[in-house]
């Protein structure tokens, strides 16, 4: 890989935990070396001090059906006995979640009101003749029945697939015949920014589509008009009003299937990940408690994603329930009714720990620095990010503004398909750098490989791989155990091969440069995407930048970037020059934008990403794929009209 990250990351910019965190850090130094004398038994022993099993197991790991590796095959456990009824015995009245309605309504929701609901709903759902096994589609916004309704599917043994509400009728039905599922679980519609989301009226769209739903079931939120099917439709407080508060958790081998979530479509069709009971808890909990070091009796963590997304279900749902954590649960868009929105309820509810995404924190920036100086932010005490690569510049900013300057940043890469975080800073133990997600988690094999799959030394960059089996990992790709193996197995054997790129410094810290696809070849040089986007994004005038590759006679690729100004800045030819000059100046002349389009806003997936496929597709005037899970379609043709009137060199 190019040497050019070295340029821009010359500064070396690097941020030790304070004597008073690392005093009362969760993990200690050592962690790292523990675990990698015996990563197996690293597991085992957070298996066995974490989880509440009804029977222990005594296997960890299993490769002998390689790459369907199983982790503690023989144990038995329910995840919601887990995140619920062990703690009623001290905390039955400690909070679970602070909820936040978008139009500032608020429920506070303890740890036996969620036994009990979770109870109530899944005594509702065994009444509709789900049994163990069987899929249930849940399309909700955020509100506080969304992840009972998770709960009451992991209390039976039912496999919940969980489908972003901001997602179309189509999307929903894919997904739904895709995993069979039997039940719907909606609500009548959903707040977003001031409007009304249809949710039921989206599912009898994409329920007529798919014969195998025998109920939906429709939570009251908005109190809208909705069309209700005799036989087929019930609403979810008539089936949970005579129901008993207890129910009998299901007892589940640790390999039975606790969900399916599809990938966020970044790079192409989602994939429907499935992931187990076991590993996945052990996997979600270790992280839980070690990267947000998390103290259940003082903090209010906030993980600001949605439950749509991986995100939410390991760090808004079971890592943070499992570990007794008091939560903030907000439902709406954060720039509701105003930009402060989200640091105002930071301030309200003292969160001491906040996790959100760089597509969040770019567009803080692009809002200016005056919202959050109007809320007491002095509670936080830790931030975290992911998602994409974090722009240097975003995670300074983050730093200054959101954190007192000494919380620790924990910026952690993982995905759907690894259930949990794998490269993060441990806070108390690894001192940070902006940009850089820095160690694997503690048990965690990581590598980065040439094309041959050889180690490539410190200082170098290339494809990064996993380079062993842990707990949370997917166990396949539901109804297509042939597209697992291939797409996360067959390129470097007995390797897992995640799809990023990376490089490492020399102090073996790694960078994440974004979607192996995405690396650009000019003249010759490798050059990352992310590096070109950081070093623009570092120009006081940008808030946010993609760049792709495209198609050059001369050059082979050249690079085409899309940038979104800060504010009220305006863009014109005389910026388009500067900015040219700027990143050749950071970088180096090789890494010059060819050509530059100044747009108001990104093509995006629901989950926020930047979908720099379609910039492509656009950059070389090919008909765009696939844009099932894009946020912003009329962006799209916007970037298309300009792209066409170009702005090259
Ligand atoms: P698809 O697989 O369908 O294309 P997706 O990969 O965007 O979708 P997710 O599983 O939600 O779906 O996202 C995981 C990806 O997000 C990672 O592979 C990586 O590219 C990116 N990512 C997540 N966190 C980070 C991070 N901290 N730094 C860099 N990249 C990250
Ligand atoms: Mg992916």
């Not at 039940?183 to 798919?210: E, F, H, N, Y």
């Not at 048990?443 to 040439?450: L, P, Q």
């Not at 091969?497 to 995405?518: E, H, I």
Request: with cysteine.
């Amino acid at each position: 890989m190019s040497e050019t990250l070295e340029n821009l990351l010359q500064e070396d910019r690097r941020f030790a935990p304070s004597p008073a965190f690392v005093a009362r850090a969760n993990a200690q130094a050592g962690i790292h070396a523990d675990a990698e004398a015996d990563p197996e038994a690293f597991w085992m022993t957070q298996a066995k001090d974490r989880i509440t099993w009804f029977k222990e197991p005594t296997v960890g790991l299993d490769e002998s059906n390689a790459p369907f590796y199983t982790w503690f095959a023989d144990g038995e456990l329910n995840l919601s006995y887990n995140c619920l009824d062990r703690h009623l015995a001290g905390s039955a009245d400690k909070v679970a979640y602070h909820w936040v309605g978008e139009p500032g309504d608020t429920r506070t929701i303890t740890f036996q009101d969620l036994h009990d609901a979770v109870c109530l709903f899944a005594n509702a759902l065994s009444g509709l003749g789900v049994v163990k096994g069987d899929r249930v589609a849940i399309y909700m916004g955020m509100i506080p029945e969304l992840p009972i309704a998770m709960l009451a599917c992991a209390r039976i043994g039912a496999v919940h697939s969980v489908v972003f509400g901001g997602f179309s009728s189509d999307a929903l039905a894919d997904r739904i015949l895709d995993a069979d599922a039997k039940v719907v679980i909606t609500q009548d519609a959903a707040w977003r920014r001031g409007d009304i989301v249809p949710l039921k009226a989206s599912t009898d769209v994409a329920v007529a589509r798919t014969p195998g739903v025998s109920s939906v079931i429709v939570v009251n939120r908005v109190g809208n008009d909705v069309l209700m099917v005799e036989g087929r439709d019930h609403w979810y407080h008539d089936l949970v009003a005579d129901q008993p508060t207890s129910f009998e958790p299901a007892v589940l081998n640790a390999e039975d299937p606790l969900y399916i979530l599809y990938t966020s479509g970044t790079t192409g069709k989602p994939k429907g990940i499935v992931h187990s009971q076991g590993g996945y808890l052990t996997g979600a909990v270790t992280t839980h408690s070690y990267v947000f070091d998390l103290k259940p009796d003082e903090d209010v963590y906030w993980c600001a994603a949605d439950i749509g997304w991986v995100t939410g279900h390991t760090y808004i749902v079971y890592g943070p329930l499992a570990n007794r954590t008091t939560s903030v649960m907000y439902e709406g868009a954060p720039n509701h009714p105003d930009l402060d929105r989200l640091w105002s309820i930071i301030a309200e509810y003292g969160v001491s720990i906040f996790y959100t995404a760089p597509t969040a924190i770019r567009a803080f920036m692009k809002w200016g620095d005056e919202y959050p100086l109007r809320h007491d932010l002095s509670s936080i005490r830790l931030l975290g990010t992911v998602g994409e690569p974090i722009n240097p510049e975003a995670w300074m900013w983050y730093r200054e503004h959101i954190g007192p300057p000494a919380a620790p940043i924990v910026d952690t890469w993982w995905q759907t398909e690894t259930g949990g975080i794998m490269i993060t800073p441990l806070p108390g133990v690894i001192a940070t750098k902006p940009g850089s997600a820095t160690l694997p988690f503690p048990g965690i094999g990581a590598d980065v490989v040439d094309a041959d799959g050889e180690s490539v030394p410190l200082g170098g960059g290339g494809f990064l791989v996993l380079t062993r089996p842990w707990p949370s990992m997917a166990r396949t790709i539901w109804g297509d155990p042939d597209r697992f193996v291939d797409t996360y197995w067959s390129r470097f054997p007995g390797r897992y091969f995640p799809g990023d790129g990376a490089k490492r410094d020399a102090d073996g810290y790694y960078w994440l440069l974004g979607r192996v696809d995405d690396i650009m070849l000019i003249s010759g040089h490798n050059i990352s995407t992310t590096e070109v986007e950081s070093a623009l994004v570092s120009h006081p005038a940008v808030a946010e930048a993609a760049v792709v590759g495209r198609r050059d006679p001369i050059t082979g690729q050249a690079i085409a970037a899309f940038v979104t100004l800060r504010g009220t800045v305006e863009g014109d030819d005389a910026l388009i020059e500067e900015l040219r000059d700027h990143v050749a100046n950071v970088i180096g002349p090789i890494a010059k934008p060819k050509s530059i389009v100044f747009t108001p806003d990104l093509p995006k997936t629901r989950s926020g990403k930047i979908m720099r496929r379609l910039l492509q597709d656009i950059s070389e005037q090919r008909q765009l794929g696939d844009v099932t899970t894009l946020a912003n379609a009329d962006i799209v043709h916007e970037i298309q009209a300009k792209a066409d009137g170009g702005s090259d060199e």
